[in-house]
């Protein structure tokens, strides 16, 4: 592991503590090809990116490493502990509702500044930016 952020520790309802990183795209694309992977093999959807994503990211698991099986990670958690580290995880790092609200407005904006770049040259003073 790189010199990645961790953070924690994260106590779970059941009082086991983790330690957990920021997902990188590199996470998504491996979770998306464990997916096709298994779904090619079995011919089933069995695996969920987004749980497979977060299973990657633990760094500590009551201070051991976690299964690097990521599709088991989760296995033998009990439920409330999966779903309020996936809460505290999309919290964090996924795309809230306020985030999505404020990637919203700024495309509202930047489609309205934008007038025309269809054959023309764009200069300094044609180009407007949200900063």
Not at 44 to 68: F, M, N, S, T
Not at 72 to 82: A, E, L, P, Y
């Amino acid at each position: 592991m790189t010199n990645e952020k961790v953070y924690g520790p994260l106590t779970l309802p059941s009082g086991k503590e983790v330690f957990f990183r920021k997902p990188l795209r590199k996470d998504r694309n491996e979770a998306m090809v464990a997916a096709d992977f298994e779904n090619k093999v079995y011919g089933l959807a069995l695996i969920d990116v987004e749980e497979y994503i977060k299973a990657q990211c633990l760094v500590k698991v009551d201070g051991k490493e976690p299964e690097l099986n990521y599709t088991k990670t989760f296995d033998s958690w009990d439920d409330q502990d999966v779903q309020y580290y996936a809460t505290v995880f999309d919290h964090m790092f996924g795309m809230t509702k306020e985030k999505q609200d404020d990637a919203a407005e700024k495309a509202a904006f930047l489609l309205k500044s934008l007038t025309s770049t269809a054959g023309s040259n764009l200069t300094d003073e044609s180009v407007t930016t949200n900063g």
